[in-house]
């Protein structure tokens, strides 16, 4: 029963943490003028419109994944090289956001019912929803396909170098994937998302 809960709660996380950063991206490149996302109807807060399969899987049962692919354009941006780097930043920026929340609701719903054994899975929700936030904004930092890094990447650096890196993508793609599935990728990543975690943990100790 309690493994059922516990792959129930991380796919309920999971969700929301997908449907809010791909509405993220989606919406800030709509807000610094991009018509495109908009009218790809990715500017909502639909479940649908952000869940891919694979990487819906891969949060449930390994802590990391992605969002359905955004395409955006920068043809109706007033600063493109500016507007693109927003776009990157503003989902981790959120990620950030939302995961000190969650911790703070996680301290609070801990203590109020730490006694009732009915609601104690409110607690580990919000537990669960800090990690996978923390989680999405460390792997997301990867340059590859399709995580935010990438745009990210290919905007800060120089058009060759961009181009020239976007050849291996699919080899490290693949190489990232299989390091994730085997274990070895995510003791890395972990080790980094406690980090932030314990920095986020920290102010609310004293409340």
């Not at 495109?36 to 639909?46: A, C, E, I, P, Q």
């Not at 990690?131 to 800060?156: D, R, S």
């Amino acid at each position: 029963m309690e493994a059922i809960m516990y792959y129930l709660i991380c796919a309920l996380a999971s969700v929301v943490v997908i449907t809010v950063m791909g509405f993220s991206k989606a919406y800030t490149s709509y807000a610094l003028g991009d018509i495109y996302v908009r009218n790809s109807g990715k500017v909502t807060l639909n479940p649908k419109a952000h869940f891919e399969i694979i990487g819906f899987i891969l949060f449930i049962f390994f802590g990391y994944g992605w969002v359905a692919p955004i395409e955006t354009s920068s043809l109706h941006y007033k600063d493109r090289k500016k507007s693109n780097i927003l776009v990157c930043i503003v989902p981790f920026i959120v990620a950030l956001i939302l995961a000190f929340v969650s911790v703070l609701f996680y301290s609070f719903t801990s203590k109020i019912l730490v006694h009732n054994t009915m609601l104690k899975y409110i607690p580990q929700f919000f537990n669960t929803l800090a990690v996978l936030f923390i989680n999405f904004f460390v792997f997301n930092l990867i340059p590859i396909y399709p995580l935010y890094g990438q745009k990210l990447f290919q905007t800060l650096l120089p058009m060759d170098k961009a181009l020239s890196f976007s050849r291996y993508e699919k080899v490290i793609q693949i190489i990232i994937i299989m390091l994730l599935l085997s274990g070895l990728l995510q003791g890395l990543l972990n080790s980094i998302s406690q980090v932030i975690l314990n920095l986020l943990i920290f102010p609310i100790r004293s409340l």
